[in-house]
């Protein structure tokens, strides 16, 4: 079902916005614009992934760093470890498993931007 999220005017590109649609926090990004919409909330601590930064289709965590493509929602690395264990960091360590974002189709029609939520 597509829902209208926002305007595309709302999110230049580069940029992000949340939103809330049917009750799932998701953020709205404009990648050259096109645009994504991912799960808001981080893959790894649940931080609030708009305040991060986007690069690209690469989305990073404002709290440790992680990062996501937003075309798929894959999990592109984990949160940089504290140091000094980023010398030694066990890929392991269960405070580094980050999983990744859900992710859903997304059309621009008519200045708006709709998201297709199941
Ligand atoms: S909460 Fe996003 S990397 Fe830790």
């Not at 209208?4 to 940029?15: F, H, R």
């Not at 990648?31 to 808001?40: N, Q, S």
Request: net charge neutral.
């Amino acid at each position: 079902m597509l829902i209208k999220a926002a305007l595309e005017a709302e999110i230049a590109p580069g940029g992000m916005k949340a939103v809330t649609l049917n009750g799932r926090e998701i953020v709205l990004c404009n990648y050259e614009g096109t645009f994504y919409a991912v799960e808001r909330a981080c893959g790894h601590s649940g931080a609030r992934l708009e305040r991060g930064a986007l690069t690209g289709w690469v989305l990073t965590c404002p709290l440790h760093y992680a990062q996501f493509d937003i075309r798929t929602g894959e999990a592109l690395s984990g949160p940089a470890p504290k140091a000094p264990a980023s010398r030694h960091a066990d890929p392991a360590d269960p405070a580094l498993k980050t999983r990744g974002l859900a992710a859903w189709p997304v059309r621009a029609e008519g200045g708006a931007v709709y998201v297709d939520l199941p």
